[in-house]
């Protein structure tokens, strides 16, 4: 009976202990659900939810009222437009400071016009009609290349279409001319920002070199290396009438060279590359040179001649040139090629062999030591001093 009492008596003091616990739990989150509600960081929309999550435990005074979604206003292209042409600042700034859905006609005559980032709405005097804007292109064809002065004067270009709200047939040209002009500078985050632009005219149906511009998407995506995945919005473009263009063509045999590994193949097809297909081909013709002598040494594991890699590296067909613009012989290129990435050489002249399985530990990617002075040997100290005395 003894045992049996204490028993008991145990169990009722867990259940006590038990009770007054929970009671302890409510008022705790009671208190910090109230310190919640006050707080200003919260939204109303995160203080109903978290009453409701609370509510959940059987207290009906912390129960809420059905939960409402907040009407979150989807954006308008006109409003990102604006945005994006800097007509609004997204500092202190809003951008019901300027309607996107109230087109500017603008008067100002001047065919040279550099691209300034607006703070405000834009005045008509200082905003160049389509008629002055075709003009402004023009000029530009006619003058020496100079890819920054180019640069300048067609974002101020299209900064004029955007405001007058001008989507046409000549919008997509500007568009796709300051494209080119990235792509034969390198500036490969210019290009793909103007491309992701052209991609939205070419779906409202504006005409264009559309199958020029997805055959550039095809190899950049397939070259920077995205999974099967992220290449399905890029291959699902790829309509009947895409696949019998050459451009696009060309594109999908540099694709199937990249992914089986055949990099003659891919060096190969620099040669019958149409447009400014090739152009992407150079930008990243070293890193897969990297990668095809990676699996070379690695693969071979014995002593190869470096007039039998000349053709596997592409030297033959992508001639390499001096600051002079005088080109190098292939078997010299080559040969410089792989010491400045680390294979183990042996020999001289015409008999210069890679020792692969030396090889393999060894090689590696040089890293770019070029400074904004331009002098890598000049200390953080010492250009202060010199220039600032």
């Known amino acids: 009976f003894d045992r049996q009492l204490s028993t008991d008596s145990w169990k009722s003091n867990d259940s006590w202990k038990a009770k007054q616990k929970g009671k302890k739990n409510k008022k705790k989150n009671k208190l910090v659900l109230d310190d919640q509600e006050s707080s200003p960081v919260l939204g109303e929309y995160e203080r109903q939810k978290r009453q409701r999550r609370a509510g959940r435990f059987g207290d009906d005074s912390l129960k809420s009222p059905v939960l409402k979604t907040p009407v979150v206003r989807k954006p308008v292209r006109g409003m990102l437009t604006a945005q994006n042409a800097g007509l609004v600042s997204l500092g202190d700034k809003t951008v ?151 451009a696009v063509k060309h594109a999908m045999a540099v694709r199937k060279a990249v992914l089986v590994n055949d990099w003659v193949a891919y060096f190969r097809l620099y040669q019958s590359a149409p447009n400014n297909n090739a152009r992407f081909l150079e930008l990243y013709m070293d890193k897969l040179r990297f990668k095809a002598i990676t699996v070379c040494v690695r693969v071979l594991r014995t002593v190869v001649p470096v007039r039998d890699l000349i053709k596997t590296l592409g030297f033959d067909v992508v001639p390499e040139v001096t600051a002079e613009e005088e080109v190098i012989p292939p078997h010299d290129a080559c040969t410089a090629w792989l010491a400045a990435h680390g294979a183990v050489l042996q020999g001289t002249g015409a008999d210069t062999v890679v020792d692969c399985k030396s090889s393999v530990n060894t090689l590696f990617v040089p890293t770019n030591t070029a400074v904004a002075h331009g002098d890598a040997n000049l200390t953080a100290a010492d250009f202060l001093s010199s220039s600032f005395g």
């Open 96 to 246: 019901d400071e300027f309607n996107p859905d109230a087109a500017i006609k603008g008067t100002c005559e001047d065919l040279e016009k550099s691209y300034f980032r607006l703070t405000s709405a834009p005045d008509p005097s200082t905003v160049r009609p389509q008629p002055v804007l075709e003009a402004a292109l023009e000029r530009l064809y006619s003058l020496e290349r100079n890819y920054w002065y180019d640069s300048d004067q067609l974002k101020g270009i299209r900064q004029d279409l955007t405001v007058q709200h001008i989507y046409n047939e000549f919008t997509v040209k500007v568009y796709e001319y300051h494209a080119r002009l990235a792509l034969e500078a390198k500036e490969v985050g210019e290009f793909n920002g103007i491309q992701t632009r052209l991609i939205e005219l070419y779906a409202e149906g504006l005409k264009g070199h559309e199958m020029e511009f997805l055959a550039y998407l095809i190899i950049n995506s397939t070259v920077t290396g995205k999974t099967a995945l992220e290449m399905l919005p890029v291959l699902k473009r790829i309509t009947k009438d895409a696949i019998g263009d050459p």
